[in-house]
């Protein structure tokens, strides 16, 4: 009975991060580009446009997904029936710092993958200025760098992830009474 109510508070905080993180995600990826406005954009009905922005938003939620392995174990070990090995308080603040930590890193992640290729392809092409145009080749181009780069980012991420959370070891874990 413990597993199922487990598996359905997982899904319900599953299901609040994913709305959460698209939305904040949404809103600081509008904000972070200065070169044209993007929700004018995407009202317009500029498919480029849009296109980035569903690539960032996947991109970030693939980074955030794989931060939260680490954090996931922990606390389904921590409450699991007599496996607490920390304070509820501390629980709460590991997982408050490791998902800002993750939401951080996947931002940063993307904003700078953005402005890096764009610096490198600068001499032969103004992403900002396609994209403000619906130059739709130039959008799918840009989705393809920031798929990439959420695959490549979000394994790092859960490496550090890992190793900024604590992870029960064999000897916290009584496998046989």
């Given at each position: 009975m413990?597993?199922?109510?487990?598996?359905v508070?997982?899904?319900?905080?599953s299901?609040l991060?994913?709305?959460?993180?698209?939305?904040?995600?949404y809103?600081v990826?509008i904000?972070?580009?200065?070169?044209?406005?993007?929700?004018v954009?995407?009202?317009?009905?500029?498919?480029?446009v849009?296109?980035?922005?569903?690539?960032?938003?996947l991109?970030?939620?693939n980074?955030?997904?794989?931060a939260?392995?680490?954090?996931?174990?922990?606390?389904l070990f921590?409450?699991?029936?007599?496996?607490?090995?920390?304070?509820?308080?501390?629980l709460?603040?590991?997982?408050?710092?490791?998902l800002t930590?993750?939401f951080?890193?996947a931002?940063?992640?993307?904003?700078?993958?953005?402005?890096?290729?764009?610096?490198?392809?600068?001499?032969?092409?103004?992403?900002?200025?396609?994209?403000?145009?619906?130059?739709?080749?130039?959008?799918?181009?840009?989705?393809?760098?920031?798929?990439?780069?959420?695959?490549?980012?979000?394994?790092?991420?859960e490496?550090?992830?890992?190793s900024?959370?604590?992870?029960?070891?064999?000897s916290?874990?009584?496998?046989?009474?």
């Open positions: 413990l597993a199922f109510i487990l598996g508070v997982k899904l319900f905080i299901a991060l994913a709305v959460l993180v698209v939305f904040l995600t809103k990826f904000k972070a580009n200065t070169d044209f406005d993007e929700e954009e995407i009202k317009k009905g500029n498919v480029a849009g296109i980035l922005i569903t690539a960032l938003l991109g970030s939620a980074i955030i997904q794989n939260l392995t680490p954090l996931t174990n922990l606390l921590e409450f699991q029936r007599g496996a607490a090995t920390m304070s509820r308080g501390r709460a603040l590991y997982t408050a710092a490791h930590m993750a951080l890193m931002v940063l992640a993307m904003s700078f993958s953005l402005r890096v290729f764009g610096r490198l392809t600068r001499n032969y092409m103004r992403a900002g200025k396609e994209l403000e145009k619906g130059n739709v080749a130039v959008g799918l181009l840009l989705a393809g760098v920031v798929f990439v780069v959420g695959m490549y980012i979000g394994d790092g991420v490496a550090l992830a890992k900024l959370i604590p992870q029960a070891g064999y916290s874990i009584q496998l046989m009474r």
